[in-house]
T-cell receptor
Framework: NAGVTQTPKFRVLKTGQSMTLLCAQD?????MYWYRQDPGMGLRLIHY???????AKGEVPDGYNVSRLKKQNFLLGLESAAPSQTSVYFC???????????????FGAGTRLSVL | SQQGEEDPQALSIQEGENATMNCSYK?????LQWYRQNSGRGLVHLIL?????REKHSGRLRVTLDTSKKSSSLLITASRAADTASYFC????????????FGKGTTLSVSS
């Protein structure tokens, strides 16, 4: 069982470069999420999606864009990378509960991004 | 910030001792979740407690929830070295409850 797969696992960018992080889940989950984790800061929600074709802003959305063209994929884009975006990025997916609330989240292994 | 906040930030104990971590939150919830993260890995779900539950057990884990105080606690009994990890509580981003946000976590070190 693959679960949640993130690609790439590591990436080094120069300031101003762009890139896309890919998250794929094979659990048929409606909800998908992108978080970043910095030392001493815990996880912070960047963007999320409650279904194909929908996205919403999280706690720290600036400098990122997302797309959910297929139910199983959630893409995170950095249009012009900055050193402040050096972080570990985690993708997660979840089923929706009876009232539409988020259920248990399943996480990918993370992408370590360095912006020089 | 609407984050849940864990307390303490760090905890060091000996094998066999109990570890208690606390979480406070701000938004209304219908469930609260606890996750564990081993160094360099993704988060793994531990336990979910619903707002109409006051206590829940799973193996050596015991979670309590007090919605009137907007607080929860995670107790790990008879700790083992393998329990060394960071522990996070997760609460709702907003009233819609379609996204989780996490606190900064409690780093637990269990020495043998």
């Amino acid at each position: 069982n693959a679960g949640v797969t993130q690609t790439p696992k590591f990436r080094v960018l120069k300031t101003g470069q762009s890139m896309t992080l890919l998250c794929a889940q094979d659990m048929n989950h409606e909800y998908m999420y992108w978080y970043r984790q910095d030392p001493g800061m815990g996880l912070r929600l960047i963007h999320y999606s409650v279904g194909e074709g929908t996205t919403a802003k999280g706690e720290v959305p600036d400098g990122y864009n997302v797309s959910r063209l297929k139910k199983q994929n959630f893409l995170l884009g950095l249009e012009s990378a900055a050193p402040s975006q050096t972080s570990v990025y985690f993708c997660a997916s979840s089923y929706s509960g009876l009232a539409g609330e988020v259920g248990i989240q399943y996480f990918g292994a993370g992408t370590r991004l360095s912006v020089l | 910030s609407q984050q849940g906040e864990e307390d303490p930030q760090a905890l060091s104990i000996q094998e066999g001792e109990n570890a208690t971590m606390n979480c406070s939150y701000k938004t209304s919830i219908n469930n609260l979740q606890w996750y564990r993260q081993n160094s360099g890995r993704g988060l793994v779900h531990l336990i979910l407690i619903r707002s109409n539950e006051r206590e829940k057990h799973s193996g050596r884990l015991r979670v309590t929830l007090d919605t009137s105080k907007k607080s929860s606690s995670l107790l790990i009994t008879a700790s083992r070295a393998a329990d060394t990890a960071s522990y996070f509580c997760a609460t709702f981003l907003n009233q819609a409850g379609t996204a989780l946000i996490f606190g900064k976590g409690t780093t637990l070190s269990v020495s043998s």
